[in-house]
């Protein structure tokens, strides 16, 4: 079964020219955890999915895959 996947964060950091070190950094989180959520091995949760958009200024549905509905 292939991965799904359920978030942009990769897609969004390099929209605004952030990197993934930038973000561990800001939410002292380790780079490992944050390079899992970008190849979307493991999700973060909502409180983290709302302190990402915070970082990087977009709307929190940004950072999510859209269902096309």
């Not at 991965?3 to 800001?26: C, F, M, P, Q």
């Not at 490992?32 to 990087?56: A, G």
Request: positive net charge.
């Amino acid at each position: 079964m292939s991965k799904i996947n359920l978030n942009r964060i990769k897609s969004v950091l390099a929209e605004k020219n952030k990197t993934s070190k930038d973000l561990a950094g800001h939410l002292g989180k380790t780079e490992s955890t944050v390079s899992r959520w970008c190849t979307n091995e493991v999700q973060p949760s909502i409180e983290t999915l709302y302190e990402i958009s915070k970082f990087l200024k977009v709307d929190i549905r940004e950072l999510l895959v859209s269902t096309g509905s």
